[in-house]
């Protein structure tokens, strides 16, 4: 099993429609999640984080943490063709500093 | 204010070579973190500094690779006797003490010939 799990897509949403991402991970004693969009050829640009349970929102976005199922998700509303990228969820465990990093999910805005 | 600047962007080599990949944190950033991708592949750790001190180089493979971030200058990752296998993007990130929001660099894509 994976350390961070999430699917790799491509996701293909209309213009305007919400993006749901999905990301499950094994540590009980992770701490920290964030989400990171990468466009082909670039560098990780970070979207949001979050570290208690619930949701976050910031502008379109909004992430959603459930520790108890080990599941951290991002909700893109209105998407748009820029929005086109690969998103990769990444969770800090208690112990240390270092990101673990999921596969990413490549989600494909249609006009 | 200056984001977390790699250098070069771009680094070709040939099969037994060195390369000398650097990093300058944001200002005011302490921790240095090095991430590798292979291509078609996830982000993975390799090693965590702070100023002269190595901090956790568990993601390091155990030959050709060190790291370090001097007193004064970039922290440097260097790669000896570079294989084809070692053909990635690598990516730098910095965050501040005390706080764990890691702010990646354009990253330096190494090409082995």
């Known amino acids: 099993q994976k350390e961070v799990e999430q699917n790799s897509g491509p996701l293909s949403v209309p213009e305007g429609a919400i993006a749901s991402l999905n990301c499950t991970y094994s540590?009980?004693?992770?701490?920290?999640f964030f989400w990171y969009r990468q466009y082909s050829g670039k560098s990780p640009e970070l979207i949001m984080f979050i570290y208690s349970n619930g949701d976050k929102e910031d502008g379109r976005f909004t992430a959603q943490l459930n520790k108890a199922s080990q599941y951290v998700s991002l909700l893109i509303r209105d998407s748009q063709p820029s929005d086109s990228a690969t998103y990769l969820c990444a969770v800090r465990k208690a112990a240390g500093n270092k990101l673990t990093f999921g596969g990413g999910t490549r989600v494909l805005v249609k006009p | 204010n200056a984001g977390v600047m790699q250098n070069p962007r771009h680094l070709v080599r040939r099969r037994g070579q060195e390369a000398r990949l650097r990093c300058s944190p944001m200002?005011?950033?302490?921790?240095v973190y090095w991430y590798r991708q292979l291509p078609e592949e996830g982000l993975k750790f390799m090693v965590y500094?702070?100023?002269?001190?190595?901090?956790?180089e568990s993601g390091m493979p155990k030959e050709r690779f060190s790291a370090e971030f001097p007193k004064e200058g970039p922290s440097i990752l260097r790669i000896q006797q570079v294989v084809r296998g070692d053909s990635a993007a690598y990516f730098c990130?910095?965050?501040?003490?005390?706080?764990?929001?890691?702010?990646f660099g354009a990253g330096t894509r190494l090409s082995v010939l």
């Open positions: 540590d009980r004693g992770s701490q920290s």
């Open positions: 990130a910095s965050s501040p003490l005390g706080e764990n929001i890691q702010y």
């Open positions: 200002k005011g950033h302490s921790h």
């Open positions: 500094l702070q100023k002269e001190n190595i901090i956790d």
